[in-house]
């Protein structure tokens, strides 16, 4: 039951560990990346609005609005956001896959070697003598 948990936590971290919005400049990113949508903030009354198709022609954003067709002026807009790349999220996220797959075959390496605590079913005597140690018996 917890296994199931663990990957669902797992693949919702995977999701938003690799991307994150930020701050972008409007003009240069747009231009470079041309993501499918941008959060809009307006200078007036703090509004943030999805933009969807984005695109920077000379001094205007232009864009999808909720199906229509929007032209903002850069000079109205205090800040354009995009989801973008999160190295270091992704990073973090791998090393925290890694330690749990690491983590985990230790833990199933350790207990599978004994059947009670303090007993050693691993050597040679053992499997010469199977009779001899009742105690390694599974």
Same mark, same amino acid.
């Given at each position: 039951?917890?296994?199931?948990?663990?990957?669902?936590?797992?693949?919702?971290?995977?999701?938003?560990?690799?991307?994150?919005?930020?701050?972008?400049?409007?003009?240069?990113?747009?231009?470079?990346?041309?993501?499918?949508?941008?959060?809009v903030t307006y200078?007036?009354?703090?509004?943030?609005?999805?933009? /969807?198709?984005?695109?920077?022609?000379?001094?205007?954003?232009?864009?999808?609005?909720?199906?229509?067709?929007?032209?903002?002026?850069?000079?109205?807009?205090?800040?354009?956001?995009?989801?973008?790349?999160?190295?270091?999220?992704?990073?973090?996220?791998?090393?925290?896959?890694?330690?749990?797959?690491? /983590?985990?075959?230790?833990?199933?390496?350790?207990?599978?070697?004994?059947?009670?605590?303090?007993?050693?079913?691993?050597?040679d005597e053992v499997?010469?003598?199977?009779?001899?140690?009742?105690?390694?018996?599974?």
């Amino acid at each position: 039951m917890w296994c199931g948990r663990f990957a669902a936590a797992g693949l919702l971290t995977g999701i938003t560990a690799c991307t994150s919005v930020r701050s972008v400049p409007p003009a240069i990113y747009l231009e470079d990346h041309a993501p499918p949508v941008v959060w809009v903030t307006y200078y007036a009354n703090n509004t943030v609005v999805p933009v /969807a198709e984005p695109e920077v022609k000379r001094d205007t954003l232009r864009g999808l609005l909720q199906g229509a067709r929007v032209k903002i002026p850069l000079s109205e807009i205090r800040t354009v956001e995009a989801k973008v790349p999160n190295r270091t999220g992704t990073v973090l996220l791998a090393v925290g896959v890694g330690a749990g797959v690491v /983590a985990t075959m230790y833990f199933a390496f350790i207990s599978g070697g004994t059947n009670k605590p303090g007993v050693d079913c691993t050597g040679d005597e053992v499997t010469k003598h199977p009779d001899e140690h009742p105690e390694c018996e599974l």
